[in-house]
């Protein structure tokens, strides 16, 4: 939804200009369709990633991680670490070493769309 409110917001005079240069369908895409469309996707992945990692509820209350760990997350993981089995130093590591690859993921992405195309 929020790549369709994106488009919506390019101006149809940028595809006419450069249909009228002579660009083809792909070069309409790579030079006027993602550039003004990085910001958006960017903000796209980034909900995506933190939803996918608060995939939290839904395993505690429905399966537990069960059958043998086949619907085991690693949030629910971390809190069957830390609490249930008291290892509570353990789980804190897990966590901290989460949050540090997740803001590592995101400076990633933020640094792919802020850099400029020569580069």
Do not use: W
């Amino acid at each position: 939804m929020l790549a369709i409110a994106g488009l919506t917001q390019i101006p149809g005079s940028l595809y006419e200009a450069a249909t009228l240069d002579g660009a083809n369908g792909k070069e309409q895409f790579r030079f006027i369709t993602l550039p003004l469309l990085r910001r958006t996707l960017l903000f796209s992945a980034v909900i995506a990633i933190i939803n996918a990692v608060q995939v939290f509820e839904p395993v505690a209350l429905i399966t537990q991680g069960g059958p043998v760990g086949s619907t085991n997350v690693l949030t629910y993981h971390i809190r069957r670490v830390g609490i249930e089995r008291a290892q509570g130093g353990l789980g804190s590591a897990m966590a901290v070493m989460l949050m540090l690859s997740l803001i590592v993921c995101v400076s990633a992405l933020f640094s792919l769309v802020n850099r400029k195309d020569g580069e």
